[in-house]
């Protein structure tokens, strides 16, 4: 079964899917595969309902297994049943029988305006300040996602028109405004730099090379920390961040989808739960009445 976890792994690859999500399709399907090659069990026909059930059974008697983590593995097995099906060696469907469990519902945790500011200014005081402070405006600015930050280009920042070019899930291009103040912050990080030319990456580690997602992951726990946040800080957190002021000042959801690179507008939506939050907030310490 192996090979055909490496070719469906290559088949999602060459459509252009991040390292992310190719990283955590194969621990789902490494996991799978362990469990039935402890039983002897590795080969396709053991790729039915009755096996899966079994496999999500025994997830279910771990310690506290995470809900979303349990879905996040039975989509993986999900994808891989269908590309199974379109290459002919499976002769059915086995998820066909199986009933897919609801997500369960988790508002984006974001920091407020004051947390953000806060934290923006920390970056701007790091070992590594220029390019700390532009990583940190424009992940706020632009509400970018850790891959699409770290895979751009020096020339996938229009200067002129106050845009960044961005590649999202599935490759697919979107343009998003960037303020005054990420570009300012890039201008005089790029600044720093000998001679940087159009196609290096935007943002470097402190050795010269590409920064990846786990380093950027690094910077802002050290930043978050310095910064005396007393809730856990991820470069998501900017992104729900930035949804959540941006409505909570008047965006319109359809400009928002646009903006976070959203597929459907469901997926925009749940921040329209986070500013309501905030709306039966400042309802509730207002209203004579709900102070009773």
């Known amino acids: 079964m192996e090979k055909w976890v490496d070719a469906f792994l290559l088949h999602l690859q060459n459509k252009n899917f991040s390292p992310h999500t190719l990283k955590s399709y194969r621990a789902d399907l490494n996991a799978f595969l362990d469990f039935f090659k ?3 069990q590795n080969d396709l026909r053991y790729f039915t309902s009755a096996h899966i ?5 025994a997830l279910q008697t771990q310690r506290n297994p995470a809900r979303n983590t349990v879905l996040r593995k039975i ?23 199986l ?18 500011e806060q934290l923006l200014n920390t970056a701007a005081h790091t070992r590594m300040a220029p390019r700390d402070r532009a990583l940190f405006e424009l992940l706020y600015s632009s509400g970018l996602r850790r891959s699409e930050v770290t895979g751009l280009k020096v020339q996938d920042v229009d200067f002129f028109n106050g845009i960044v070019k961005v590649f999202g899930k599935g490759a697919k291009e979107r343009l998003v405004p960037v303020t005054d103040n990420a570009l300012a912050a890039l201008k005089d990080y ?25 380093g950027l992951a690094y910077i802002f726990k050290n930043t978050a920390i310095a910064a005396n946040l007393v809730r856990k800080v ?8 930035f949804a959540t ?28 739960h986070v500013s309501i939050e905030k ?3 400042v309802y509730q310490n207002a209203h004579p009445k709900s102070k009773e």
């Not at 059930?53 to 059974?57: E, G, N, S, Y």
């Not at 989509?75 to 998820?95: E, H, I, V, Y």
């Not at 009933?99 to 953000?116: C, D, G, N, S």
């Not at 940087?196 to 470097?204: A, I, M, R």
């Open 53 to 57: 059930r079994t496999f999500l059974a």
């Open 245 to 272: 002021h941006l409505l909570n000042n008047g965006c319109d959801l359809r400009s928002l989808q646009e903006m976070l690179g959203h597929k459907s507008l469901a997926a925009t939506q749940v921040y329209t």
């Open 234 to 241: 991820t470069p998501h957190s900017l992104r729900h961040s």
């Open 190 to 214: 790029l600044a720093c730099r000998p001679s940087p030319q159009p196609q290096d990456p935007l943002f470097l580690n402190k050795n010269g090379r590409a920064l990846t997602g786990d």
């Open 99 to 116: 009933p897919a469990p609801k997500r369960a519902k988790i508002l984006p945790k974001f920091l407020t305006v004051p947390e953000t």
């Open 75 to 97: 989509a993986s097995l999900r994808s891989f049943a269908s590309f199974l099906l379109a290459q002919g060696k499976l002769s059915q469907n086995p998820f066909k029988l």
């Open 279 to 281: 709306l039966k907030s």
């Open 38 to 40: 402890k039983r002897g």
